[in-house]
Each structure stands twice: as structure tokens, then as C-alpha cells.
């Protein structure tokens, strides 16, 4: 800012007498900003001319062919949509909220069919765009109104998370999540952490299939957890992008938030269809937060669409048009609920080949985590030096981390994938 009112003030009038043009010193100290460690691997795949390029980078589903998923309840919603000219004028701006047909059936699938909080009016929830959106607008509104509070981020997490709170303006800690040496859940210092935590604290936490680690708590770990939310006054924002993902039950993985409600916590949750509808590119998904009544989830609601309103005014109608086709039609769901199992078990089936082809390999290395971690990914304990070489010498794309994102695995690449791995690590 101080650069731009510099170069501002310097510009000298011309013999014409006009303003000596500023614009070209305007953007002369904007760097290039660095890649970001999960979409720059898309990038790169795509330019690499190999024809044995593997991308198993970014999360996103594909069929045992390698190629993106349309599932067919999603085909089905859109037929709906095209045949039906009534259908036309929804093409209309929606509500800076969103669609409310879309928010009611997305509620049902985090709270529950039966849940009270629904049927008292409860719970403040508007559209978002996708998970990314919804954990946004969620940061923005806890610096408008937390405005000294931090958001504890489990270590690892999600790169964009460390972006979105930033971006917000809210400062970061970190809590104990994942142990190295097990390739599971560090328990003990997870739970020292959040009891040392200052008293009413917001924490960040993945509702199922954790990105990137691909480790959950277990049912009683979960309850351990939010007890001892209760005892400290803590703040829980649930994360679910991968709800269906992680067990290919959508009511199973919402176990972990229905735990917190069951001990009468006011939870935050961010839902995402990118996954589970395979929508990625439609941006649809869910912001809602658990109030005291419904006066006041009126006024946090209203707040939350002044926050979406100078940021993009309301949400796009396409993908909430097809969620709430596919969600209020008996048929539909179910064939949607068939479809997320399938693409769940497509992704376990694949977590049982690599791991098989490993041992067959004779790797000196154990990994029983491969399958043992669920959900999308699998956080395979590669170094960064040896993700290098899996990209330099065999073609194969993904974070630095070591994450492998199981849903870019097929019958036709894992053999491949699984010889790489080997290579690279069998020295270790
Ligand atoms: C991922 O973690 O790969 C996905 O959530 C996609 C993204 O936006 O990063």
C-alpha cells in the first residue's frame, strides 16, 4: 500500500500538463507466489508429455479407468433440470443464504433425519462454496465477533487450512494429531493438548477421513475428546469433506459431530459435496453453527450473509439445484448412497492391492498403514526427497508430504506405482 501512494505522489505532470503515467512501476514488486503444494501438482502432471504419468495428487475420485466420475444420481438431477422449463427461472440469483432446500437436506445429513436442533430452528446455516467456502466464511465470522480468539489446527492438516485462517486474520496454533513412528494417531499428546489449551478455545477438527493423514479417532476416542471439550469450554469447527468417504456411509461418518451433539455442544461445521457428489467444480457445500435458540440463529445467520455479500453476493444455483434434486427424492438418495459405497470401496480394494504389491516386491518396509488408514488418502511416510524421485524418474505426481490420494489409483496403475514406491524406498 505504502509503494502504491509512493509512486502516486512521485508521478510529475508532463509538458502536456498531464499526469506522467504510474501504472507501469505499479506492480513491479509483485513476485510470483509459490506453487500451492496440492493444486501445483495438478499443474505440473498435466505438463509432463509422459505416457506413463500417474497423478495421485489431487483428492479427487476416478474410475478404474483413470478418468473422472459423473455419478449417474448426478446425470439423473441434471436430465430433471434440462426437461423442466419451471426450472428456468431458478436460474434467478438465490438468496445471499443460498438455497434453503439445499441447506435443509444438507443439515439432515451432519445432525441427523430426527435432529432437534433442526426441528427448534437451531442451527444457522447458509450455502457455501464447497468446504473451502464454508471454513472461510466461518474464519471471517469468528474474527468479526471472537476478534482475540486463535483457531487450533491439527498438525498435520489440509495446506488450505493454514491459508484460510491467515487470510481471515486469525492467529494459528497448532495441536498434536498424528504420530510418525506408528503412522496413527498421537492420542496422549492430542489430548494433553487440548486439556493446556486456554479455556474456550476454537478448534479445527476433521469430522472423518483426515486429510491428509487418513487417521480418525476411534468411537471412544471421539468421546474421550469431546469430553473433554465440555470440561475446557472449547469450540468444536468440524470439517467434512469426505463424509461417505471414510466408512461408504454417510450416516456412519457423521458419528464423531453426532457424538459433540449428544454432550450438548454448540458445534461450527463445514459440508462439502465436491467428494461425496463428485461436484467439485460446482462449488456446493454448507456453513452452519449450533446456537442457543432461534432468535439468535437468525441474527448469526444474517451475519453470515453480510460476510458472503460483499465477498461474492450469493452462491451459485447449478450444483445446490442438483443437491436438493438428488437429496428429496427417495430414489435418488439411494442410488447416491449406493454410488458413495462404491467409490468407497473401489478406494479400499485399491489400499489392499498396493499394499500386496509391496510385500510381493519383498520391500524391507511394513505397510499395514496403507490399509489400516481409510478415507481418500493414504500418508505414506515418503520423504520429500523421495516424492522427488518418484515424480523425476517415474513420473508419478503427488505432495511433498507423501500423501498418496488412493482415489487416483487403478487395477492398471498400482502394479506401477506400487514397483516406484518400491525403488525409492527399499534403501531407506
Ligand atoms: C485435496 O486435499 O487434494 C482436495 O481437498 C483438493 C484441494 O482443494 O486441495
Redesign the pocket.
Known sequence: MAHLFRAGYSGHLSKSGAARSISTALWRHVEPAPKDP??GVTEAFLADPSPHKVNV????YRDDNGKPVVLECVREAERRIAGNLNIVTKREYLPMGGSVKMVEETLKLAYGENSDLIKDKRIAAVQALSG?GACRLFADFQKRFSPDSQIYIPAPT???HHNIWRDAHVPEKTFSYYHPETRGLDFASLMNDIKNAPNGSFFLLHACAH??TGVDPTEEQWKEISHQFKVKGHFAFFDM?YQGFASGDPERDAKSIRIFLEDGHQIGCAQSY?KNMGLYGQRVGCLSVVCEDEKQAVAVKSQLQQIARPMYSNPPVHGALVVSIILSDPDLKSLWLKEVKGMADRIIGMRTALRENLEKLGSPLSWEHVTKQIGMFCYSGMTPEQVDRLTKEFHIYMTRNGRI?MAGVTTGNVGYLANAIHEVTKSA
Open positions: 496440492i493444486l495428487g489431487v483428492g479427487a473451502t489440509w495446506s488450505n486429510n491428509p469433506a465436491a490420494s
